[in-house]
Structure formats: structure tokens, C-alpha cells
Nanobody, 122 residues
């Protein structure tokens, strides 16, 4: 029902910046929370930052002050601005959306993007 398309990953030097984008499309009524997660090989996927439709944000402690999540509700798009990147940030980043499929949906359905690789060189 919801397709999430991510872009903006790539290679950057330590101390540099990248901006990830995630656009949602498909058949849904609204999107409550949108967020970014990351997953290193052999490890669990972890929250990086998320934002509600009202603009409330939440960040993992490891990125607080360096990363910023923002969104445009009209465009169903969420961004992750990553500053002061370090090699430990080198992982695959995933976009997630909690969507209400109909106006009467009492619960949200989770959808994931395909992931985008971020590589930070030292």
C-alpha cells in the first residue's frame, strides 16, 4: 500500500555531511510517524531519529546534536540531515513510515524503504 523510496546515501569523509530523503507514495490515508533506522551487519536495526506528523522528534543518543529529522506532510517526505559524520555512522539506513490506510484505521501499518548505504571514510 505504501512505497518508500530513499535517496541521498553515499561516501563522505569524516566530519562531512549527507542528507537522506525518503518519499512515500501509494494508497493510504495519512502517515503518523516517519523515521530513520540503521543496521550494521550482524546487529539489530536501531532507531536513528523519528518525527510525528505534528513535528515532534526523537533521536538516539548517539546522533543527538549531529542529525536532524524533518518532514513535509504535504509531500509525504522525510529527510535526515547528518552532520559531523564519523566512521561509526557507516551502515545501511532505512526509512520507516507508520501509515493509516483508511480514515477509519484504528492502527497504523509499518512500511520500510529498501535502505541506502552511508559510508564515512576516516
Amino acid at each position: 500500500h505504501v512505497l518508500l523510496v530513499e535517496s541521498g546515501g553515499g561516501l563522505v569523509q569524516a566530519g562531512g555531511s549527507l542528507r537522506l530523503s525518503c518519499a512515500a507514495s501509494g494508497n493510504f490515508f495519512s502517515i503518523d510517524r516517519m523515521g530513520w533506522y540503521r543496521q550494521a551487519p550482524g546487529k539489530q536495526r536501531e532507531l536513528v531519529g523519528s518525527i510525528t506528523s505534528g513535528g515532534m522528534t526523537h533521536y538516539a543518543g548517539s546522533v543527538k546534536g549531529r542529525f536532524t529529522v524533518s518532514r513535509d506532510n504535504a509531500k509525504n517526505t522525510v529527510w535526515l540531515q547528518m552532520n559531523s559524520l564519523n566512521p561509526e555512522d557507516t551502515v545501511v539506513y532505512y526509512c520507516k513510515a507508520d501509515a493509516r490506510l483508511t480514515p477509519r484505521s484504528g492502527v497504523t501499518t509499518q512500511y520500510w524503504g529498501q535502505g541506502t548505504q552511508v559510508t564515512v571514510s576516516s
